[in-house]
């Protein structure tokens, strides 16, 4: 489970509790990988349907997807019913973070595997990411 996951079930507080929708358990229910992303626009028309079916019903919902880029969180945003945007940015040391994905992956834990090169640019992103966020009309939560 993913450090998104564990804080969208344990702590984001909503009553009734949050839907999470997990981009990467939607790529392993369609493809059986998480890690095959051959099918990302089927992949985020699941992710966009469970949300909005969940906001419709007056549920919140946090959305597990990694360090999205802005053109893809744009896109998903504008096609779901009104709601306030909050968005929850994960940072963390680099080395630490590769290292606990690598010992997972080793220990066989199933969970995408990202590259070295993939984490350092995402971890060069995630610089980027809060103006752009606040741009967007998500607020930020510590």
């Known amino acids: 489970v993913s450090t998104q996951s564990t804080w969208g079930a344990r702590g984001f507080v909503a009553d009734p509790p949050a839907t999470i929708v997990c981009v990467d358990d939607i790529r392993k ?6 890690n095959n992303r051959q099918h990302e626009e089927e ?6 349907q469970e949300a909005s079916t969940a906001l419709m019903a007056g549920v919140a919902v946090v ?7 802005s053109d893809i969180r744009r896109d998903f ?9 909050v968005a929850k940015v994960f940072r963390g040391d680099l080395g630490t973070a590769k290292q606990r994905i690598n010992a997972e992956l080793e220990a066989g834990t199933e969970r995408p595997s990202v590259p070295d090169t993939e984490m350092e640019a995402m971890a060069a992103a995630l610089e980027q990411c809060e103006p752009a966020l606040l741009e967007e009309g998500f607020a930020l939560q510590d």
Do not use: H, K
């Not at 229910?29 to 998480?34: P, Q, S």
């Not at 959305?63 to 880029?69: P, T």
């Open 29 to 34: 229910e369609l493809t059986g990988d998480c």
């Open 43 to 48: 992949v985020w028309q699941i992710a966009r």
């Open 63 to 69: 959305v597990d997807a990694e360090n999205l880029a």
């Open 77 to 85: 945003v504008r096609e779901l019913p009104p709601c306030r945007l």
